[in-house]
């Protein structure tokens, strides 16, 4: 059972990120138009992993340029990248940008602009499309972006900062496995 969970989340998670927008207006009357901002975060990123996942496009797509046609990015790793290391940080910085302080809201929103600047880098290196980035171009870009304008903590950068040093340290980390993974495939290969 497992593993059509971790091949296909996406597809649920398309289903879920369409049901968060549609119930928005309703769950999220009473916030302010920054934690409204900090919550589109993660409806948004649904629909962008839609675009990378469907067909399993992005995993292929790694697999090809990264792993040279091995198998370096699993279902299964896929699966907890996204669950793990997007809902959930992004659940997590949501809680505390409601019960503890407005800034930490700020790591959903640079975790949104981190990956669209991945996406945007990818396409500029490799001269072609690669999955998820028109999504992170017509969607991240603009809701990154008018959430720092509109949050704007001059006062206090720390937030900005510990934002930034979380995105960046997420993907790092997927970089990280996907080098060390291609390492121990083409060690047991040879």
Do not use: D, Q, S
């Given at each position: 059972m497992m593993n059509r969970i971790y091949s296909n989340w996406v597809y649920g998670g398309l289903l879920a990120g369409l049901l968060l927008l549609l119930l928005m207006p309703l769950l999220t009357l009473a916030w302010s138009t920054e934690?409204?901002?900090f919550y589109l975060t993660l409806p948004i990123y649904m629909l962008h992993q839609y675009e990378e996942w469907d067909g399993d496009r992005f995993r292929v797509f790694?697999?090809?340029?990264?792993?040279?046609?091995?198998?370096l990015l699993t279902h299964k790793a896929g699966f907890v990248i996204n669950?793990?290391?997007?809902w959930g940080v992004i659940a997590v910085s949501l809680y505390l940008a409601f019960y503890v302080d407005l800034g930490y809201g700020l790591i959903a929103?640079?975790?949104?602009?981190v990956?669209?600047?991945?996406?945007?880098?990818?396409?500029?290196v490799l001269r072609a499309?690669?999955?998820?980035?028109?999504t992170a171009l017509i969607l991240f870009m603009p809701l990154?972006?008018?959430?720092?304008?509109?949050?704007?903590f001059d006062s206090d950068r720390a937030f900005q900062y510990l934002g930034i040093a979380i995105a960046v340290l997420i993907h790092v980390s997927i970089m990280g496995y996907l080098l060390r993974r291609r390492k121990q495939l083409n060690t047991n290969a040879q």
């Open positions: 934690l409204k901002l790694i697999n090809n340029h990264l792993g040279h046609g091995k198998n669950i793990f290391g997007v929103t640079y975790l949104v602009l990956n669209a600047i991945v996406h945007v880098l990818a396409g500029f499309y690669n999955p998820g980035l028109i990154g972006i008018y959430t720092i304008y509109r949050v704007n």
